[in-house]
């Protein structure tokens, strides 16, 4: 049987384009998601189920006089509520950041700290993390600018809301401190909670590095935050960002970065100035874009 396309084309009417466009933005969406999460795996298990479940709807509809299928269209009708309850138990805490993410807009914490508040906090985390390398003890520090930490990671450890030190700092990390085996999280110059525990990588990481690393990696993964990693076997100093490490850390370097999370770099003064420029300018002119 010849398909004439032209005719098939002409037929096609607004809710068939709404149709297979929604179709395409949903497939698009799922791929980007399970790509991110590493996991494509996953996503073809899943696919292969939905494409399974429309393999016997069509069969079955093509054929309504034979009944065939009548069984399979039955049990692919639960594997696909299967699939879809699978999906929420395996990536339930991503499910969770999202939903929290939508509802709270991405929180902003609640104190306003300084740019010398800031620098000062860098001195600190700077100091910790030297003494505690030379000392080989492991430590995790996370700075979250953003509030992008929820309560879920923070109710796994104990809340301080403590003023950010390095003796604090080194003390909490101490092997004989109750809090030394989970992260500290740092919003500011202020120390929010320590002894939390964070979602591992998935990945394949170097042999060399441990579970520390792997947390490090695994919750920059899933939010925008910078993770500090001191070695308790080598004192090699490592910071995550967006899931990538980089190792083998100097003070500068490790200063440049801070710097960079705390957005109180060079650049950043900068495009901060330079922004607050272009509203003084706007306001005196009256033009709004």
Avoid at 80 to 104: G, L, T
Avoid at 221 to 230: A, G, K
């Amino acid at each position: 049987m010849d398909y004439n396309f032209v005719e098939f084309a002409k037929n096609i009417g607004p809710f068939a384009a709404i149709d297979a466009v929604i179709l395409v933005v949903v497939l698009v969406v799922m791929l980007l998601f399970f790509i991110y999460k590493r996991n494509v795996k996953v996503l073809c298990l899943l696919l292969l189920g939905c494409v399974l479940e429309i393999a016997v709807q069509t069969l079955s509809a093509y054929y309504p006089e034979k009944h065939i299928l009548e069984v399979a269209k039955y049990i692919m009708h639960y594997v696909v509520i299967f699939d879809i309850v699978c999906a929420c138990v395996v990536y339930q805490n991503d499910f969770k950041n999202i939903f929290q993410k939508v509802s709270s807009q991405q929180r902003q914490f609640e104190m306003h700290t300084s740019d010398d508040e800031l620098r000062e906090a860098t001195a600190e985390i700077l100091t910790a993390c030297q003494d505690m390398s030379k000392q080989d003890v492991g430590a995790i520090i996370i700075i979250d600018s953003v509030g992008d930490i929820h309560d879920n990671i923070l109710d796994t450890g104990t809340r301080l809301g403590a003023t950010l030190s390095a003796p604090l700092l080194e003390s909490i990390f101490n092997t004989k401190a109750p809090l030394h085996d989970g992260a500290v999280i740092v919003r500011g110059n202020k120390i929010v909670a320590a002894g939390c525990f964070l979602t591992l990588t998935q990945r394949n990481v170097n042999k060399e590095m441990g579970t520390r690393h792997r947390a490090a990696i695994g919750v920059t993964e899933e939010t925008d935050v910078l993770s500090i990693v001191v070695s308790e076997e080598t004192g090699i100093i490592s910071v995550v960002k967006h899931g990538e490490i980089k190792r083998y850390m100097t003070m500068d370097k490790l200063k440049d970065e801070i710097e960079e999370a705390y957005g109180i770099s060079p650049t950043a003064i900068a495009m901060r100035e330079a922004n607050s420029h272009k509203k003084k300018k706007r306001s005196k002119t009256g033009r709004f874009y």
